[in-house]
């Protein structure tokens, strides 16, 4: 039987950067199809409720806004048991945190990947509510998505270029939040406030 | 400030101030602080939600069918209830009824999550409130499978091989150095009760819970399609059905599916017979024994629900939790509750970080207006604004806005729910009949059953007693998820029935269609969230959001002072409750847990670095 491989994109893709993860699941389904063993989850904030999906696998591969102190767009790939160190670095939102404590939780289970990859991407604004993947970040998705083929290509995930475009209703994302429709309708910043908590803002000005 | 009375308390901020900051093992950021007599006991509190929100403003101008998709990303916990939430209130501005089938596998959906986040919130983020998980490694596994035997006699899972094998398991993790989920503890504090067998039979159903609730999600994968994030749709649910059906990836659902979740629906009615309820029960009256009845606050006076659990959809009267309002801890009156009466539920700000023309005046939610207007201030505020060191809350100090019914502060939860639901069924409501048993059994549990097995003096408290504390708002919820697996059973075989009756409908498209709707409506939507009542107000102009407010349990519970200086359920629960230690703040910890506060949603979440250990500052 083939290993089992999970590919996870977490954070909140209403807070600009945040989405990365989000971002990048949506864009490697939209682009290329997998053999049957491999499952794409849009793992969002969901904390312990992606405990399933870690023990499942046997490969695990986790997109992530994460701040290293990079420049803006720079990616990062750190492999097996550095993976929840440097989630619990610095921990720039909760589900970080969250995330951390499933992978530990998933070790106290005794099911616990063999391999785990995390392609983190250093975020520009995350401030920013409603808000998009700024240019640099979005334009790292590519090179991400290529790092990410190639350790599934490694892992025996059979990788191939999308021949049929995707289904409505087939997207792990969901159609609803699709990127294009998610910038396009974004209310007018006079109508929506968008800068997020002072406090931060103040602190990073 | 000078000491002053509200709702029976006398709040006295003169004493020495403690802070909690953050409050950890919640959803979202939170900071408490609390004033201590010369005794340790809490004779003052404010608890604030220290993040801000604007789900709300990002909506507008986008299409109402999509709203649910977004509101399911504000946090990690409730998504499926702020999508049914959500979807309700569209169409109820837009009079859309749902089809039978719809109805009740929406019920299934809410209730495997009530069930799935109640034991959750239980075992993984409450549970180490009572239980001290290092003192586990102490126990006798033969004595712990002894007192699983006498706690719960039809469990299967009660060897002393068993309990050892954790035992062990425990002691490798703790030896690693990596306590993981553990770390966070003040493991040894006298604050703990419970000797080590109780400790060990709790850390063993802990793992029990996580193995299961991972079987239990895949129901919302069955009806939802996707998990964790399942879709919801206006008119109805997005999944067909043909019981005759192939079991391919996207298929129609089919009577093997069916059967996988009736298999899930008698997992959890086990689990919560047999583990969940009994160990709250145990836990319960141990720490009652200990003379730790402390924690009810609003819960003896004042609570709140729209009422949920329809057996006749859109048919109020026949609510299996019906809703209503109690005050001043009168249980005979039950006053109704309509999210729709502007005199009813408004939103204050006086001491919440947001402008209104006029705050000595609270808005209903439909008018409602989230301005941001952040300003920490008043005579004994210390800090800056980026740094807070002491709040003061004569002036605004938090993020969360203050709603209350009628002018009332009221506590909202599952709590709240059984103390509405034993009231109307000791006014004669048959349909409580249930409620009443469960609640009459844990007292009796609590008071002779368990004392008695374990050698303990027996008590004589009433439900009227016992109800309003931490303890009673954590038996609530347990009650609650046994509950929704035996309406859940109902709900299912009333879906087989009409589905083998020939009624596979599960969508009303009439008005999908944005060309049928009026140019202007509103709607307003309910749910009995696991942390409390929710609701959503949507105004809707030219087929696009207008407005739209989400009022969320921890708003109610989380909400600071308002206008009359009356406070909210959060800080009423921390009054009076003496403290074994200040630096370690295991009462407060607990009985803010005990609530299941979620402030990704009553506050926006984004979290500056902050240690894993709650902090406390003792000024």
Known sequence: MNDSIVVLGIGNLLWADEGFGVRCIEALQQRYEFADHVRLVDGGTQGLYLLQHVQQADALLIFDAIDYGLPPGALRVIRDDEVPRFLGAKKMSLHQTGFQEVLSLAQFTGKFPKHVLLIGCQPEELDDYGGSLRPVVKAAMQTALTLAVQALTQWGAQPREREATLRRGDAVTLDELALAAYEAQRPAEQDACRIGDARFLLAGS | ?619
């Not at chain 2, 504000?74 to 837009?94: K, M, W």
């Not at chain 2, 059967?259 to 309820?277: G, L, P």
């Not at chain 2, 605004?396 to 009332?408: D, E, L, T």
């Open chain 2, 1 to 619: 400030m000078a000491a002053y009375e509200t709702q029976g308390f006398r709040l006295d901020n003169s004493g020495r101030r403690i802070v909690v900051d953050p409050v950890t093992r919640i959803e979202g950021h939170m900071r408490c602080e609390v004033n201590l007599d010369a005794n340790n006991v809490i004779r003052n509190a404010v608890s604030t939600g220290t993040m801000w929100r604007g789900l709300e403003v990002i909506l507008k101008g986008r299409d109402p069918r999509d709203a649910w998709a977004f509101v399911e990303r504000i946090c990690g916990v409730c998504t499926g209830c702020h999508a049914l939430t959500s979807v309700r209130a569209v169409e109820d501005a837009l009079g859309i009824r749902v089809p039978l089938n719809a109805h009740l596998i929406r019920e299934m959906m809410a209730k495997t999550l009530q069930v799935h986040d109640h034991a959750v919130h239980f075992y993984h983020l409450h549970a180490l409130d009572w239980v001290d998980v290092v003192s586990a490694l102490n126990a006798d596994p033969k004595a712990t499978s002894e007192l699983q035997q006498m706690v719960s006699p039809s469990h299967p899972l009660s060897s002393p091989g068993y309990f050892r094998d954790v035992q062990n398991r425990l002691k490798q993790f703790v030896d690693s150095g990596q306590l993981g989920p553990f770390s966070k503890g003040y493991w040894g504090s006298k604050a703990y009760v419970l000797p080590p067998e109780a400790n060990l039979m709790a850390v063993t159903h802990y793992l029990e819970a996580l193995d299961l609730q991972k079987e239990w999600v895949k129901v919302h994968t069955i009806f939802g399609g996707k998990n964790p994030h399942p879709n919801y749709m206006v008119g109805g649910v997005p999944c067909a059905i043909n019981l005759d059906g192939d079991g391919a990836a996207g298929a129609p659902i089919n009577m093997e599916r069916l059967n996988f979740v009736e298999a899930r629906i008698k997992e959890m009615i086990e689990f919560n017979n047999n583990v969940y309820v009994p160990d709250v029960l145990a836990i319960g009256t141990l720490y009652k024994n200990a003379g730790w009845l402390y924690g009810g606050g609003l819960s003896a006076t004042s609570v709140a629900d729209y009422g949920t659990y329809e057996k006749v959809p859109y048919d109020a009267s026949t609510q299996q939790l019906p809703g209503g309002v109690i005050l001043n801890g009168n249980w005979d009156e039950i006053h109704p509750l309509d999210p729709r009466d502007p005199e009813q539920v408004q939103e204050f700000v006086t001491h919440s970080w947001y402008k209104y023309a006029d705050e000595s005046r609270g808005l209903h939610p439909w008018d409602g207006v989230t301005e941001a207007h952040y300003a920490p201030e008043g005579p004994n505020f210390k800090g800056t604004r980026t740094q807070i060191e002491q709040l003061d809350e004569s002036a605004k100090y938090s993020w969360i806005k203050s709603p209350r019914w009628r002018g009332n502060a009221v506590e909202v939860g599952p709590l709240s729910r059984y103390i509405l639901s034993y009231a109307h069924a000791l006014k004669g409501n048959q349909r409580c009949q249930r409620v009443k048993e469960q609640v009459d059994a844990s007292a009796a549990a609590i008071n002779s059953v368990i004392p008695k097995a374990l050698g303990l003096p027996e008590t004589n408290y009433t439900a009227k007693q016992l109800l309003p504390t931490t303890i009673g708002r954590t038996l609530g919820r347990a009650l609650e998820s046994q509950y929704a697996a035996e309406m859940m059973m109902e709900d299912f075989r009333q879906l087989v029935d009409n589905i083998r009756n020939g009624d596979t409908t599960t969508a009303n498209v009439d008005k999908w269609d944005p060309a049928t709707w009026p140019k202007e409506a509103k709607g307003v939507g309910t749910v009995a969230a696991p942390r409390g009542m929710l609701g959503h107000w949507i105004k809707i102009k030219d087929g696009r959001i207008e407005n739209y407010q989400c009022v969320v349990p921890t708003t109610w519970n989380g909400s600071p002072r308002d206008p009359k200086g009356q406070i909210g359920a959060f800080e009423a629960s921390l009054m009076n409750t003496p403290m074994v230690n200040p630096e370690e703040p295991v009462e407060i910890l607990r009985t803010i847990h005990s609530f299941d506060p979620c402030l990704a949603c009553s506050t926006h979440v984004i979290s500056a670095d902050g240690q894993e250990m709650a902090r406390v500052t003792v000024r």
